[in-house]
């Protein structure tokens, strides 16, 4: 079954500290892979998003995300946090033929000054 | 419009009775999805419209809730006869995609609905 895995459902981290969430995802020939973040009391909204090409993606806010296909993971990495990443963080796969995008459990990152 | 807007915002209702959530796409998008977040949960899939047809409606959790769309943009929850474990929050995308996945979601805001 098509699905994706979340390893940590809390991450704290200190503030201007590096960070990785992981992701993973259940095998596929092709896959579009996302990770959305959701604020506190705000929508979700898609950070990043992997389709093809290069396996290393960026969003504007500092983030970044490998593909890795061998691993069938899709971690997603900050160099240095700040406050202002305190969030939820859902990774997701689509299966490129399907209709739906299947989301993660969720991490929720904390930061401490 | 600008963005997916959902309403209400909030929605309190004893259980038993029926309630309606209401989803507005962004204009021009033809897929329509429904999610639901519960607690500590992620997002897990309802229902998904292509125009007003849904293909998939594999997520729905009972006969209890139903969906529909009308004129290729609103769309309506039902979930009749609400029990306790229905309290979550109901979350609408939409995208531009025919079928594909490409180009990601646009969420609303959400329907927090609390059955008591």
């Known amino acids: 079954a098509q699905s994706v895995t979340q390893l940590d459902s809390q991450v704290p981290v200190f503030e201007e500290a590096p960070v990785e969430l992981r992701c993973n995802y259940s095998?596929?020939?092709?896959?579009?892979l996302f990770w959305y973040v959701q604020y506190p009391n705000q929508g979700l909204q898609l950070l990043l998003k992997?389709?093809?090409?290069?396996?290393l993606v960026e969003s504007i806010n500092g983030f970044e995300a490998e593909f890795n296909k061998s691993q069938t993971s899709f971690h997603l990495r900050k160099p240095s946090v700040h406050i202002s990443d305190t969030a939820e963080y859902f990774c997701?796969?689509?299966?490129?033929?399907?209709?739906?995008?299947?989301f993660g459990s969720g991490t929720r990152l904390s930061i401490r000054p | 419009g600008a963005g997916v807007s959902q309403s209400p915002s909030n929605k309190v209702t004893e259980k038993g009775k029926d309630v309606e959530l209401r989803c507005d796409p962004i204009?021009?998008?033809?897929?329509l999805y429904w999610y639901r977040q519960s607690l500590g949960q992620g997002l897990e899939f309802l229902i998904y419209?292509?125009?007003?047809?849904?293909?998939?409606k594999s997520g729905l959790p009972s006969d209890r809730f139903s969906a529909e769309r009308t004129g290729g943009s609103v769309s309506t929850l039902t979930i009749q006869r609400t029990q306790q474990e229905d309290s979550a929050v109901y979350l609408c995308?939409?995208?531009?995609?025919?079928?594909?996945?490409?180009?990601?979601?646009?969420f609303g805001s959400g329907t927090r609905l609390t059955v008591v």
């Open positions: 995308a939409s995208s531009p995609d025919t079928g594909n996945t490409l180009y990601g979601y646009t």
């Open positions: 095998s596929s020939v092709s896959v579009y």
């Open positions: 992997y389709l093809s090409g290069s396996t």
């Open positions: 997701a796969v689509s299966y490129s033929s399907a209709s739906k995008i299947i």
């Open positions: 204009s021009g998008h033809t897929a």
């Open positions: 419209f292509q125009g007003n047809s849904a293909p998939d």
